[in-house]
């Protein structure tokens, strides 16, 4: 039963305006905005003060963190402009607690820099959010999914898994669901995995080829939530990974501690043994985490 007034709707085939096959793609990662935590919520030993160190309780603020909350901006030869997640909404740079609630807004220490929120940077690539055609969304977690009002003309693309577990799941704000920043009539598609379509890509058992030319891949990634994906874009001469939160850091792939509490661990280390085998195959790929405050400045500001 679900319990909110937005539907998807299935989507069994490729969005048009694909490009012929082998088709390349231009990826700009862009800092939609930070939040704080100890480190120990995005690494985590675990043991007995796996929950207390994971809210930071007897961890010094010189242990916490300003982690990225990213979003990327893949630009494709014939569908344009394609966004991967929205970050934080602009308002939440005055006034967090309008867009992410009181409760979250004060649990997870969020900032945006006043003009540098997401539609802000595609205005200044001369690309307007009201018009944007193509979102993808990793999964649908708050700090995925709060700018997502500022783009009411494109098509948003999820998980099938996703979907459910995001509207139709019990007290979905204490799984890190915030109903009210999809709860639109906007163009929701979700995607089977299970599904005919679904192909194998490198080490990913199930991707789904968002264009048809291969250019955009969203592979299922669970474990961190019930219908995680990350998305592989083809550069012109290797692939860039957007892992999404399926890894929070890049040490995670060289084996550090996992995150303190994905939805399902066994999926969350299936899903990194998925990444870890792409790293290995393909060593010059360019694999992008989910929130890593040390990695995030390595990146360059365009890949193509
Ligand atoms: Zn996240």
């Not at 997640?85 to 006043?114: C, M, Q, W, Y």
């Not at 080490?203 to 994906?229: E, N, V």
């Amino acid at each position: 039963m679900s319990k909110v007034k937005a539907e998807a709707k299935p989507l069994t085939a490729p969005l048009p305006r694909g490009a012929k096959t082998g088709a390349t793609v231009t990826v700009e990662p862009l800092l939609g905005g930070e939040v704080q935590a100890p480190r120990a919520y995005f690494e985590n030993r675990g043991g007995r003060f796996r929950v207390p160190r994971m809210l930071g309780i007897g961890t010094p603020r010189s242990q916490w963190v300003w982690a990225p909350v990213p979003a990327f901006l893949i630009t494709h030869p014939s569908a344009g402009a394609v966004l991967v997640d929205t970050a934080f909404h602009g308002s939440v740079a005055a006034k967090p607690a309008a867009n992410l609630g009181r409760i979250v807004a004060r649990a997870s220490r969020a900032r945006v820099e006043p003009g540098r929120d997401v539609p802000a940077q595609l205005r200044e690539r001369g690309i307007d959010a009201q018009k944007l055609e193509t979102v993808v969304l990793t999964h649908l977690h708050f700090d995925h999914t709060s700018g997502i009002s500022e783009y009411p003309n494109a098509t948003f693309v999820v998980a099938k898994r996703e979907w459910e577990a995001a509207t139709t799941g019990d007290r979905p704000q204490l799984q890190g669901y915030m109903t009210a920043h999809f709860d639109y009539l906007f163009d929701y598609r979700t995607v089977d995995f299970d599904a005919a379509g679904i192909s194998s890509y490198a080490s990913f058992g199930r991707t789904f080829d968002l264009f048809g030319d291969g250019s955009i891949r969203l592979a299922f990634t669970p474990g961190h939530t019930p219908g995680h994906c990350s998305v592989i874009a083809r550069l012109s001469d290797r692939d860039l990974v957007i892992a999404g939160d399926a890894i929070y850091t890049h040490a995670q792939l060289d084996g550090a501690d996992p995150p303190p509490a994905p939805a399902d661990m066994h999926n969350w280390k299936r899903s990194l043994r998925d990444l870890q085998q792409f790293a290995r195959t393909y060593p010059h790929a360019v694999i992008v985490p989910g929130h890593d405050a040390d990695h995030w400045p390595t990146l360059k500001p365009l890949y193509e």
